[in-house]
């Protein structure tokens, strides 16, 4: 099924930020929103993820907020928690799933969340959104502060989401992780989204 988006106009007071545009996410895919600082990605994730329960009536084919793994720019876990705590008390919050610890988040595990690295922090956030079990998981630049080599790995997890049957939806300023076969919608200034293969949306990039 397609989750698609059509005829939104958005605007906080008299700032536009939507008018009129379109958008549309492959199910079992990996679905990048690019566009400039401020062109209302983040402003998108919100009303998808339903956080403030206003989702409009013409965002179409989403699943509900229980369904929907988010992690937004400002997530965070007390500072007191080892991450090996979080790992072990996930279970009695939520469903998980059985994906494998891998060794970047084992060699954390002894670490207070308050002691990690900016970056750390940060891989531990988009790996516990990923071993939470949903529908859709929805990441808000998941690789800030992350180095080439783990904003890499990231991707080998939510690929393997996508392969079992997962749905992604991704904002991101790095480009080096997008392939052909991923679905991406870029938000232009002149408010208009173009939904295109990766190839052709590159060409026509300027940030
Ligand atoms: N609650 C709010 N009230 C008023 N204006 C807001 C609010 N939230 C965001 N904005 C404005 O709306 C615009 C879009 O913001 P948004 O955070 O969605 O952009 P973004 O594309 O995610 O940016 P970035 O790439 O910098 O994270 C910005 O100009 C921002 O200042």
Redesign the pocket.
């Known amino acids: 099924m397609i989750m698609k988006i059509e005829d939104f106009s958005f605007n906080?007071?008299s700032?536009v930020?939507f008018d009129r545009v379109n958008f549309y996410f492959e199910d079992k895919q990996i679905n990048f929103v690019l566009?400039?600082?401020?062109?209302?990605?983040?402003?998108?994730l919100d009303l998808i993820a339903d956080v403030d329960s206003t989702r409009p009536k013409n965002f179409v084919g989403f699943p509900p907020p229980a369904q929907i793994a988010y992690l937004s720019?400002g997530n965070n876990f007390n500072d007191e928690l080892t991450v090996n705590d979080i790992l072990k008390f996930l279970p009695q919050l939520t469903d998980v799933n059985k994906f494998k610890t891998p060794a970047v988040i084992k060699k954390l595990k002894n670490v207070k969340f308050g002691d990690l690295s900016g970056g750390e922090r940060r891989i531990v956030l988009v790996f516990i959104n990923i071993v939470i079990e949903r529908e859709l998981y929805i990441f808000d630049?998941p690789e800030t502060g992350i180095d080439l080599k783990q904003s890499q790995e990231i991707f080998v997890w939510l690929r393997e989401l996508v392969e079992r049957g997962k749905t992604v939806i991704i904002?991101t300023?790095k480009l080096d992780n997008i392939s052909d076969i991923d679905n991406v919608n870029y938000i232009k200034n002149e408010q208009e989204v173009l939904v295109d293969n990766f190839l052709k949306v590159k060409s026509r990039m300027a940030f």
């Open positions: 906080y007071k700032n930020i566009g400039e600082n401020g062109s209302g990605k983040t402003t998108l720019q630049e904002t300023h």
